[in-house]
């Protein structure tokens, strides 16, 4: 069974940071791409940023480009979000999500975590 | 980037109605379009992916079809566990975008 459990999420003031994690398993991680999407409270899902299997393939939304990176490490099963210079606006509940096809052609995200909540706020 | 426009934002069915969700493009993105499914207090589920393929595990009775800008998706007869909020995303260029979403409540 596909697993994905999230977490490093917090409260942290605006200009913080904050490390996100996603630890994978139930699947061979290497093979797939992996993605990060968010929802704000009450909206719909925003995608983040997302990578092929390994690193060579990696694209963010313009509102984190810059501040946010994605990276992976295979040999943990693990997926992260490194998120600099928090904004108010970067408040939602961050979910890791596994990618069936080829990152920057045809795919979806077909399982998904419980997700893990970061709330910037001063 | 391309927008996604889903309508309606709403709707109240019974259950046995059978639904339709229409997602619209702004630009063509061939079949390059999945549709989810979320419950309140839950992640999003893979519905539909591809337009018009049915997720393995997910009942027959929802469908997908559409190519170019313009997607519909369809429930024929609502079962209860059907009231949740859909939404539609492209995957033809980076950035992915969702659509608004859908809210089908109970009439």
């Known amino acids: 069974e596909v697993q994905l459990v999230e977490s490093g999420g917090g409260v942290v003031r605006p200009g913080g940071s904050l490390r996100l994690s996603c630890a994978a398993s139930g699947f061979t991680f290497d093979d797939y791409g992996m993605t990060w999407v968010r929802q704000a409270p009450g909206k719909g899902p925003e995608w983040v940023s997302g990578m092929n299997w390994n690193g060579g393939n990696i694209g963010y939304a313009d509102s984190v480009k810059g501040r946010f990176t994605i990276s992976r490490d295979n040999t943990k099963n693990s997926l992260h979000l490194q998120m600099n210079n928090l904004r108010v606006e970067d408040t939602a509940l961050y979910y890791c999500?596994?990618?069936?096809?080829?990152?920057?052609?045809?795919?979806?995200?077909?399982?998904w975590g419980q997700g893990t909540l970061v709330t910037v706020s001063s | 980037d391309v927008q996604m426009t889903q309508s309606p934002s709403s709707l109240s069915a019974s259950v046995g109605d059978r639904v339709t969700i229409t997602c619209r493009a702004s630009q063509r993105i061939d079949g390059y379009l999945n549709w989810y499914q979320q419950k309140p207090g839950k992640a999003p589920n893979l519905l539909i992916y591809a337009a018009s393929s049915l997720q393995s595990g997910v009942p027959s009775r929802f469908s997908g079809r559409g190519s170019g800008t313009d997607f519909t998706l369809t429930i024929s007869g609502l079962q209860p566990e059907d009231f949740a909020t859909y939404y539609c995303q492209q995957s033809y260029n980076t950035p992915r975008t969702f659509g608004q979403g859908t809210k089908v409540d109970i009439k």
């Open positions: 999500a596994r990618v069936v096809g080829t990152w920057g052609s045809r795919n979806w995200f077909d399982s």
